[in-house]
């Protein structure tokens, strides 16, 4: 299932990853650029216990993307 998730705070972010643990494909949106860059780029801007390691497994597998593009989610 694709799934879009709008805020990649602590809610979204974790939600978002324990969504694409599950098997779905998840595209997570957020209007702050900085952010977004930080997670294709493996860095995980809050502490949650094993969240690095769960984004890290789905990212390698293709199943959770992050994306400022709000457009490229709705699409999603």
Same mark, same amino acid.
């Given at each position: ?15 978002? %990853?324990?969504?694409? /643990? ?9 209007? /702050? ?22 984004? %890290? ?13 709000? /457009? %490229?989610?709705?699409?999603?």
């Amino acid at each position: 299932m694709k799934i879009t998730i709008f805020g990649s705070g602590y809610v979204g972010l974790v939600t978002g %990853a324990c969504l694409a /643990d599950a098997g779905n494909d998840v595209m997570c949106v957020d209007i /702050d650029a900085g952010k977004i860059e930080r997670l294709n780029n493996g860095q995980v801007p809050i502490y949650e216990p094993g969240l690095e390691k769960l984004i %890290a497994t789905n990212r390698e597998a293709g199943r959770i993307s992050f994306t400022t593009d709000i /457009d %490229a989610g709705v699409s999603h």
